[in-house]
Each structure stands twice: as structure tokens, then as C-alpha cells.
């Protein structure tokens, strides 16, 4: 059962999920908000003498390469022209935006006190998401890069236009962009950023230090953080965000009475959420593979700031991020794209860059400057504009005196056994994600998907089995609950529901449990044939057991399987990617597609157990979508084997590449 988010239903549920601990701590914050409420927010402390002295080193934007600074320029010219795209949808007034605008639904945000705005609730406030988004201020960050990349003023006051017009429209406490402490911090790392890279502006000091306004917004964005930490079941990439906010605020503009308690504060937050998040072999928690991003770049950029400043962070900060960016570059495949697991929103920490840059790539190349790069990574072939800046204020790991001695992987490594990520790699580029991990992080597992033992399959980079991923999360209930279902993912449902329970959007009231049994990678790229099995107990009395084979010397993947248990309906999945035409014949599937002009083909044979159906594109209900990105989708062909399985049945999929 999906209980809508807000409902009493999911408030009861939601309840059910929280510690004493938790609870208390969010009794403690309604009081507060009450108590906020009843009294008119309180001026700015005084500030006299402020100045920004966290700037880039001279010379940092002459490493930027030629053609990020193009794509960057690029970028910048396109915003001047009040033109962006966010989450599937092309705005053309943000020249002079509505910051309260939805202009997917045509809808405004209700004013009023900001904790009183129903801000879950679509059809009063409209996609919270789109609204959110601009109002994160990362492509004033983008236009402030090209003023400080060309020294064209147009671009800086374009910038000083837009924050003035925000902060007059978002007083204190007052409507949607004052609800979520994710969005107050991740604005924080963008105002710094943008005070960094219009410091060579006549007008710099007088939009920020100088400016009793700004001055005003930034104390009340880290009283408000300092106030309502993400707590307890929330405390995932959520509250990494609102520390690293808070931090990098603290550090440079650390120009308040309170600064020194707030940077000590949050450094202590983001030490230990980031350890909390972070899994020893590198991997996030959440098992959301963009998250893992996020976190990571937001963990950069809090270093930077600290190292920037002169402020010293705890080795384990390092140490972590060190790891992340080591199993990232374990997990890509061979054109750079990690798995598409979990929930996955477009959500960036830091942006400097034009479209066309690969993210990917430019947090690799930032860890190459940062870290070192390994004999074992890929080659990064991309450019960025953020990987020189962040590394002009990094002092490099190896130079660090307080990093502690750490053995970093001697080869590329393939099982990561507390994540239950296991990658198979074959020849001609033949990359497979197994999941027998944990079913998502806390209590809520909030951006879980219901995908135990699936699978995802690419050849040469190209979806082949499909992760679909993620599309939306507001708004709209059917698409939301269909693309973290089980049936939205390459595994198998019985009788008809989640391996999962579902209790609303972000939560899981009951977790499927898994366990690995066997991850032999070693022997594929010498013709040998690489394993893996494991198993979950979702469905349980019955248990569904899957074992995956590659063999290299045939360019063959084997998937098997089990069902033991009492007789029950079942559901094979098997997602194609978007760029997959697949005619199907009984139990046999050919597949093509093309990559770089040529033509490719694969051969899928099903198990004859099943009755097989091809679905593509549908909506009542929805099955047979691929979304690239949140707010996207397209219809990409889904394979759906139905039939029984009674007592330890076993069902056999081939996956034979042919060219």
C-alpha cells in the first residue's frame, strides 16, 4: 500500500519509523517553529569591517581548458538570454524570473510563513521541485564564472540583479524556499561561490559585505540550519548538504558573533554524517547512485572552503572522500557512467560548467588533482571548469601532513561486499551491476528503490538492461510508484507486489533482505567465467534466489532464476534501454542498436516457462518507460514473462552478444 506524503496515513507510518531520539528532537523543532512564528525574525547582528578574503589564487582560471571555457561562455550567453531547461522543461523568462513560478504546472507558491506552506502538496504550491531548483542560484554561479572567466561586467550584474530581486522577494521565513535545509545550504555554497568569482568586480563588496540585505539573508539561512538539522530516519544526503552549507558560509563569510560556533558545529556534522553515509568500501549508503555524486562534490567543496580559510577538517573527511572517489572510478563503466541505482534527481553541489560537461568525468578529474589517480582508473578524456578551481584551493592529499597513511585498492575492485555491489566486466566492454545489497539506508530507506537481485547490462556504454530510473518524486503518485517498483526494475515479482512496502514517496515501512552468496569476478578477463548469486527474503515464506554467469568466450550473460516456496503468480522483467529495437518471437528476443555508426545486435533468450509480451509506452498503468533524467521520460521497451512457480522452480535468461 502507497499512502500519499502529508497524509495521516503517512504521518502514522512515518512515525512508526523514528527512534525516541528522533522524535524528541522533532517535538523540540515544532515548538521552535511555533515560538518563530509568533515573533517578527530578528535583525542581522551588526557588522562592521567585513571583508572576503577566500579568493581563488591568481592564475587559477589560465588552467581552465580552452573548450570547457567555451562550453561555459556558451552556457552563460544562453542564461543572459534568459533561457534553461530544468528537470524537462524550457523556461524563457529568466531574465527576470518569478522566484514562487512553477512553469510545469502553471501554478505559484502560496506566501505566508514558510512552515505553514504545503510545499508536498502539488496541486496548492505546484512541482516544489522546479520551483527549488532556480532558487538554488547554481547558474549564477555558472554566470558569475564567466565574469570572472571573460571579465565581461554584463554577466556580474546579470548576477547582482538576481540576488537582489531574490532577496527582496524571500524575506526571512517567509514562503516556499524557506522550507527545506537542503536548498539553505546547498544556496549558501552558491552565494560563496559567486562572492569568489565576482572578486575581481567593482561592485562585489557592495552586493555582499557592504549590503546590510545580504547580510541579513546569510545570517538567517545559517540560523535557520543551525536551528533544524535533518534528524535522525532524515539524515542522509540531506544533512551533508545543510552542513556543507553551513560550513562554507561559516569559513567565508564568517563575519557574525555566532560564526565560530556555527563553523565548529557543522564541521562536526559533516564529519560525521559523511562517515554515516559513506560505506568503508567507498560506496554511499543510500545506494542512489547520483546521491553518491552529490555527497561527493559537496564534500570537495567544503574542503576547499576550509582549506581556503586556513581552517583545519578532521583526516576522516579526507579519508572518505578519498574512498568515494575510488569506488567511483571502480564502478564506471568504459565510457565513464556509473550504475543507475536507486533515486537520482539531477542534484549538484557546485556548478561551474556549461552543458555538454560530463559530471562524472570532472568529479574523476578532480579527484585525480586532489588524490591521485590510480594505475587501475580509467581515463578521463572529458574537460571541466571546476576541477582547476576546486584544485587551486585543495591542497593536494599526499601533501597534507594530517592525512593519514591509507591503503588505497592495488587493482580495480569489482565486489563491494557491505554495498552488495558487484560489477562483472567481459571483453568488447560488457559491463554488469548485480544487486544483492541492503535495501536502502535508516528506517525510511527514503530514496530506496524495491530492486533487490536486479540487474543492469550495457555493452560499450549503451543500456541494454535498463535501470529505468527514477523520473519524479512530487506530484505525481502512479509514475512515482511505478518507477521504484519491483516490477520497474530486471528482477522478479510474485503475485503481484513489491519485494518492499511502501509507506509513501520516501518511505519504506518493511525492507527486503539480502545477502550475496557468491561474487567470483576474477576469472572473466582471462576466459574464465565470472559468478554471482544471492539471494532476499521479500516475498517471503517463499525466497527468490538469483545466479548471473558472464562467460567472456561465449560474450554470453546467464541469469537464473529460483523460486522456492509455495505456489505463487509470478512477474520476469526485463527493461531495454531506449536505444534497444527488439522484435520478439515466443521466448526469443533479437536485439539491435547502434553505437558510433555501428550496427549491434544481441540475442535474449527467456525463459519458455513464461508467456512473454512486449510493452512499450504504456500508462494505464504505466510500463515500458526509461527516464535519463528527473522530469523525463520516454517509452522504451519493457519484456514481461508472466506465469507460476510452485516449489523451487528455475527460470533461465541467455543474453548472447552477437556484433
Known amino acids: 500500500m ?147 572567466l571573460t571579465g565581461n561586467e554584463r554577466y556580474a550584474e546579470r ?23 537542503i536548498e539553505l545550504g546547498i544556496r549558501l555554497l552558491s552565494w560563496v561561490w559567486i562572492r569568489r568569482l565576482l572578486d575581481g568586480w567593482p561592485g562585489a563588496a557592495a552586493l555582499f559585505e557592504d549590503n546590510p540585505v545580504a547580510l541579513h539573508q546569510i545570517w538567517h539561512h545559517q540560523r535557520w540550519l543551525a536551528a533544524f538539522p535533518s534528524r535522525g530516519s532524515s539524515a542522509n544526503n540531506h544533512v551533508i548538504a545543510e552542513a556543507a552549507g553551513q560550513f562554507a558560509a561559516a569559513c567565508a563569510f564568517g563575519w557574525f558573533p555566532s560564526s565560530a560556533r556555527w563553523r565548529a558545529d557543522a564541521l562536526r556534522s559533516l564529519e560525521r554524517h559523511l562517515r554515516g553515509n559513506t560505506f568503508a568500501s567507498g560506496l554511499n549508503r543510500e545506494l542512489a ?24 577538517v578532521p583526516a576522516s573527511i579526507r579519508l572518505v572522500l578519498l574512498r568515494m572517489t575510488d569506488a567511483l572510478a571502480a564502478v564506471v563503466d568504459n565510457r565513464l557512467r556509473p550504475p543507475r541505482q536507486g533515486d537520482a534527481d539531477d542534484g549538484h553541489g ?12 570532472s568529479l574523476l578529474a578532480t579527484g585525480d588533482a586532489v588524490f591521485g589517480r590510480l594505475a587501475w582508473w580509467p581515463q578521463v578524456t572529458g574537460t571541466d571548469v571546476r576541477t582547476p578551481l ?40 560488457i559491463w554488469c551491476r548485480c544487486d544483492g545489497g541492503p535495501h536502502g539506508f535508516l528506517s525510511i530507506a527514503a530514496h ?36 521504484r517498483s519491483t516490477l520497474g526494475h530486471n528482477t522478479l515479482r510474485l503475485d503481484g507486489g513489491d519485494q518492499s512496502v511502501s509507506g509513501g ?90 553505437r558510433d555508426g555501428e550496427e549491434r545486435s544481441a540475442v535474449l533468450l527467456l525463459p519458455g516457462e513464461l508467456s512473454w509480451r512486449a510493452h512499450r509506452g504504456e500508462t494505464e498503468p504505466p510500463l515500458g518507460w526509461y527516464s535519463a533524467g528527473f522530469g523525463r521520460k520516454e517509452p522504451a521497451t519493457t519484456l514481461v514473462g508472466t506465469g507460476f512457480a510452485d516449489g523451487v522452480q528455475g527460470f533461465t535468461t541467455v543474453l548472447a552478444f552477437r556484433g
Open 2 to 148: 502507497t499512502v500519499s506524503s502529508g497524509s495521516a496515513g503517512w504521518y502514522l507510518r512515518r512515525l512508526s519509523r523514528m527512534g525516541p531520539r528522533e522524535v524528541a528532537g522533532r517535538v523540540g523543532d515544532a515548538v521552535r517553529r511555533r515560538r518563530w512564528r509568533s515573533v517578527p525574525p530578528p535583525d542581522c547582528p551588526g557588522v562592521t569591517g567585513a571583508r572576503f578574503t577566500a579568493v581563488l589564487p591568481a592564475g587559477a582560471f589560465a588552467a581552465v581548458p580552452a573548450d570547457a571555457a567555451k562550453r561555459l561562455v556558451a552556457e552563460a550567453d544562453r542564461l543572459m538570454y534568459g533561457q534553461a531547461e530544468y528537470f524537462g522543461v524550457v523556461r524563457e523568462d529568466l531574465a527576470d524570473p518569478d522566484w514562487w513560478y512553477d512553469p510545469k504546472t502553471g501554478r505559484r507558491a502560496p506566501g505566508g510563513y514558510a512552515f505553514e506552506v504545503p510545499y508536498r502538496d502539488e496541486d496548492a504550491v505546484g512541482d516544489v521541485k522546479q520551483i527549488w531548483e532556480l532558487s538554488r542560484h547554481q547558474y549564477l554561479t555558472v554566470l558569475a564564472a564567466a565574469y570572472a
Open 159 to 181: 548576477v547582482a540583479e538576481h540576488l537582489r530581486s531574490w532577496w527582496t522577494a524571500n524575506p526571512p521565513l517567509r514562503g516556499v524556499h524557506w522550507t527545506s535545509g
Open 289 to 312: 547512485t547520483e546521491y553518491h555524486g552529490l555527497v561527493l562534490e559537496l564534500g570537495l567543496a567544503a574542503v576547499a572552503e576550509a582549506d581556503a580559510a586556513g581552517r583545519p
Open 350 to 361: 557546485l556548478v561551474v560548467d556549461g552543458a555538454g560537461t560530463d559530471r562524472w568525468a
Open 390 to 429: 576546486l584544485a587551486a584551493l585543495i591542497r593536494p592529499y599526499a601533501k597534507d601532513g594530517t592525512a593519514p597513511a591509507v591503503s588505497r585498492p592495488a587493482s580495480r575492485p569489482a565486489h563491494f561486499a557491505d554495498a552488495g555491489m558487484t560489477i562483472l566486466r567481459g571483453p568488447e566492454e
Open 448 to 483: 530506496a528503490h524495491a530492486d533487490a537481485l536486479s540487474v543492469e547490462v550495457r555493452h560499450d556504454g549503451v543500456d541494454v538492461l535498463a535501470d529505468p530510473g527514477t523520473f519524479c518524486y512530487h506530484g505525481q503518485p502512479e509514475w512515482r510508484r511505478y518507477f
Open 505 to 594: 514517496p520516501f518511505l519504506w515501512t518493511r525492507h527486503a533482505r539480502s545477502r550475496v552468496l557468491v561474487a567470483d569476478t576474477s576469472g572473466a578477463f582471462d576466459g574464465g567465467t565470472a559468478r554471482w548469486c544471492a539471494e532476499h527474503d521479500g516475498y517471503r515464506p517463499s525466497v527468490h534466489r538469483r545466479r548471473v554467469e558472464l562467460r567472456p568466450a561465449e560474450r554470453e550473460l546467464r541469469v537464473v532464476d529460483e523460486v522456492r516456496g509455495p505456489r505463487r503468480a509470478v512477474q520476469l522483467a526485463f527493461h531495454l534501454g531506449p536505444a534497444i529495437a527488439a522484435d520478439l518471437a515466443g521466448n526469443r528476443a533479437r536485439l539491435t542498436w547502434t
